[in-house]
């Protein structure tokens, strides 16, 4: 599948487990992402993303926001949107 680099991880957040990431593209609610590092590969579909604590269903390059994160991810991560 084609995948196009959208952001980086700024990042990350135990408790709850979330990581922070910096776009570089846009990304939507329902979106599927591939998050790529050197000991980090996760994909998965985002489900909701938050913008200073606020949910919002899309956001823009020069956004930071917060998901979800099933596992650790690392700060320099490369996050790609699968399409």
Known sequence: ???EVI?????FFAH???A???L?????AGDS????????????????MQIDNANVTEARAGDAIGIKVSERV???D?????S
């Not at 952001?7 to 990042?11: K, N, T």
């Not at 992402?33 to 909701?48: A, M, Q, R």
């Open 1 to 3: 599948m084609p995948e």
């Open 7 to 11: 952001g980086q991880v700024s990042d």
């Open 16 to 18: 709850p487990v979330v």
């Open 20 to 22: 922070g990431i910096q």
């Open 24 to 28: 570089t593209g846009t990304l939507k």
């Open 33 to 48: 992402i591939h998050i790529k590092g050197h000991t980090t590969d996760l994909e998965f579909t985002v489900e909701s």
């Open 74 to 76: 690392r700060r320099g």
């Open 78 to 82: 490369t996050v790609y949107k699968v």
